[in-house]
């Protein structure tokens, strides 16, 4: 691996446990949201509520799903398989790791994915 590749996994590796911070605090928080509100109220406050605390875990799911991709992403530095595209076992392209450095997929690798799952969505 040369001196570009070394710096490219570098920064990312510091994009990915950046986001992994922010997202562990946006996670705690969102916990905490959900337990602080008042549970009093008539069946309209309670329905509301309920509605929110049904988006709260909503997003706390996709929080972790989002946080497993990063787990997944710094174990692929690793073990040095980052950077290679599921799908075509090639380099996936530097401005699309630095842009989402948790991607498994060049933009040829996503678009195969995509035109699959198109065909067998029928």
């Known amino acids: 691996m040369g001196t570009t590749e070394q710096n490219l996994v570098a920064e990312c ?20 949201d959900l337990y602080i509100e008042d549970k009093g109220g008539d069946e ?3 329905t509301v509520r309920i509605l929110a605390e049904a988006e709260t ?9 989002q946080l497993l991709e990063i787990e997944l ?9 980052y950077g290679i595209c599921e799908e075509t076992e090639e380099q996936i392209e530097h401005d699309r790791l630095l842009a989402i450095p948790w991607t498994r997929l060049s933009i040829e690798g996503a678009e195969i994915r995509e035109s699959v799952q198109k065909r067998y969505a029928r």
């Open 57 to 65: 875990l909503s997003l706390q799911e996709r929080l972790r799903s």
């Open 44 to 46: 309209a406050d309670q």
């Open 73 to 81: 992403a710094l174990s692929r530095i690793e073990s040095g398989t």
């Open 13 to 32: 590796k510091r994009r990915l446990l950046d986001a992994k911070t922010d997202l562990l605090n946006r996670v705690r928080q969102t916990r905490n």
